[in-house]
């Protein structure tokens, strides 16, 4: 783990170790599968960040797992475009890729309250079939999830992990570890490690079930109502809103590129556009629009006789 006052980084969080030699971030990443950065965002742009998810995912977003989350957040909500690409996460990104540029693949979520039990974020990928994809050294597609809520270590909020996992695949004997932060930490992980966020309490479960047995002969949207039920719970428990953005990345090699090319096959829809700002921005640090979202190049719309 690295503190942003620590050895690793020199002012402004500019890189500060020699290209071409991997850095402890690097290393971290590649034996543990996850790194925490501390303290990367101050109190005032986590309260932000809190005001424009909560306010967007209002009336915009996916009532699903409970909670309510937005794909592809970065094509949707300009300021949060504007954050991702800041100086401060970008630096970190190319710390993190380098010697290579950074790659956006373009998965971008932002939710409130959702639950999320063990997975790994590679199910569809076509290595991950057969398991190659945990032996390949070489894979290094990275997620960093910024959690906008102190989530102490043993709290059912906080994301958990199966530390090295990402080399295994999944291995429920592999110790959890809960990843204990606070509202401006940054935690990246590698997206084949075996992790979960807030679990389904057995009263989320049932709920679930109930919703999805009378939605439909009810003409009731069952995931909206499920959320809804469950977010009157919270409000009378006082329970506070758990929040976060990720955003998915990765040096630019094959590895990245075949990840988020299989993401554009399962969100073969989207597509988004940045404003020039943002363009110019990641630009200027090398960095192509991100994959998944980007306009179909002529040659590859197929149309009637093709
Ligand atoms: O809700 C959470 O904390 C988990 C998020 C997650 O599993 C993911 O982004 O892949």
Redesign the pocket.
């Known amino acids: 783990m690295v503190n942003p006052t620590g050895e690793m980084t020199g002012p402004a969080g500019e890189p500060s170790e020699l290209p071409g030699k991997t850095n402890q971030l690097q290393k971290d990443l590649s034996s543990d599968g996850y790194i925490i950065i501390r303290e990367l965002l101050s109190p005032d742009q986590v309260e932000r960040l809190r005001l424009v998810i909560k306010q967007h995912l209002k009336s915009e977003g996916r009532y699903q797992y409970g909670g309510k989350f937005q794909l592809h957040a970065m094509y949707v909500a300009e300021e949060i475009a504007k954050f991702l690409s800041s100086d401060v996460i970008l630096n970190r990104l190319k710390e993190i890729t380098r010697p290579l540029d950074v790659v956006l693949t373009g998965e971008c ?1 932002m ?1 409130i309250n ?3 039990s063990w ?1 790994n ?1 590679v199910p569809h990928h076509p290595a991950c079939i057969d398991g190659a994809i945990f032996a390949d050294e070489s894979f290094r597609v990275y ?1 960093i ?1 910024f ?1 906008l809520q102190d989530q102490d270590e043993h709290s059912p909020a906080t ?1 958990k992990v199966r530390p090295r996992s990402h080399l295994k695949g999944l291995v429920e004997s592999m110790p959890e570890k809960g990843l204990g932060i606070g509202a401006g930490d940054a935690i990246i992980f590698d997206v084949r490690i075996e ?4 679990m389904p309490t057995l009263v989320d479960r049932s709920l679930r079930k109930f919703f999805e047995r009378i939605g439909p002969r009810l003409r009731l949207d069952s995931q909206k109502a499920f959320t809804l039920t469950r977010s009157a719970l919270r409000r009378i428990a006082g329970t506070p809103d758990r929040m ?1 953005l ?1 955003m998915t990345f990765g040096p630019s090699d094959s590895c990245t590129h075949s990840y988020a090319e299989e993401g554009c096959n399962r969100h073969s829809g989207v597509r988004g556009t940045l404003s020039a700002e943002v363009l110019k921005q990641l630009a200027a640090n090398n960095i192509s629009p991100p994959i998944i979202g980007k306009p179909v190049a002529p040659q590859q719309v197929s149309g009637p006789g093709t």
């Open positions: 979520d939710m959702t639950t999320s997975h974020d997620k999830a959690y994301l992790h979960a966020g807030q976060a990720f």
